[in-house]
């Protein structure tokens, strides 16, 4: 299986701030990597896919990049709204692995 | 409007077995491919299952002889077969629609069904 590891577990930022998460691919996932938010209570929600296209409707604050192993999340300019947990998720193989999140905390 | 509504979920005993219910509306669950992923009180994300379009089945290690995906084309609704349930099964079920564009992705999600598996 396709392990993925992402850094920070959690992080403290401020309104303003820009914030970047990394994930890393246990072996090469070419693109296939995708990013979720998700809010206490709620689904998660599809922000980026195929390392670096925006989901419809998504801030463009969010951004990603990243390729083979190496994958980052950038959220350019935090927003109170921004503070979340997010995921980041392969599907280069068909058992889907998630990372185990990183949870953005208010500073 | 694309939506998923979960249903089913609830407390049972260890051993004991459920079937989770996602009902789909705005499109159609037989073309493109669903998946079941799950999430235990304060813990991360974790794929459960998938079914393709074509039918093809495919399970996490953990819950692999245990759980069976399946849908009804004609209630345009996916299901989980839940046997032999464990403590450790005790999560939030999300239903989740596939989309395959460049690379796969999950681009709509119900709001989950939590089960709940005690003694």
């Known amino acids: 299986d396709i392990q993925m590891t992402q850094s920070p577990s959690s992080l403290s930022a ?8 990394t994930c890393r691919a246990s072996q090469s996932i070419s693109t296939y990597l995708n990013w979720y938010q998700q809010k206490p209570g709620k689904a998660p929600k599809l922000l980026i896919y195929a390392a670096s296209s925006l989901q419809s ?19 350019s ?12 998720q392969q599907t280069y193989s068909i058992l889907g692995m998630f990372g185990q999140g990183t949870k953005v905390e208010i500073k | 409007e694309v939506q998923l509504v979960e249903t089913g979920g609830g407390l049972i005993q260890p051993g004991g077995s459920l079937r989770l219910s996602c009902a789909a509306s705005g499109f159609t669950v037989s073309s493109n491919y669903m998946t079941w992923v799950r999430q235990a009180p304060g813990k991360g994300l974790e794929w459960v299952s998938v079914i393709y379009s074509g039918g093809s089945t495919y399970y996490a290690d953990a819950v692999k002889g245990r759980f069976t995906i399946s849908r009804d084309n004609s209630k345009n609704t996916l299901y989980l077969q839940m046997n032999s349930l464990r403590a450790e099964d005790t999560a939030v079920y999300y239903c989740a629609r596939g989309l395959v564009g460049a690379t796969p992705f999950l681009d709509y999600w119900g709001q989950g069904t939590l089960v709940t598996v005690s003694s």
């Open chain 1, 77 to 88: 300019s935090l927003q109170p709204e921004d503070f979340a947990a997010y995921y980041c």
């Open chain 1, 57 to 75: 409707g998504v801030p463009s604050r969010f951004s990603g990049s990243g390729s083979g192993t190496d994958f980052t999340l950038t959220i």
């Open chain 1, 14 to 21: 401020s309104v303003g701030d820009r914030v970047t998460i």
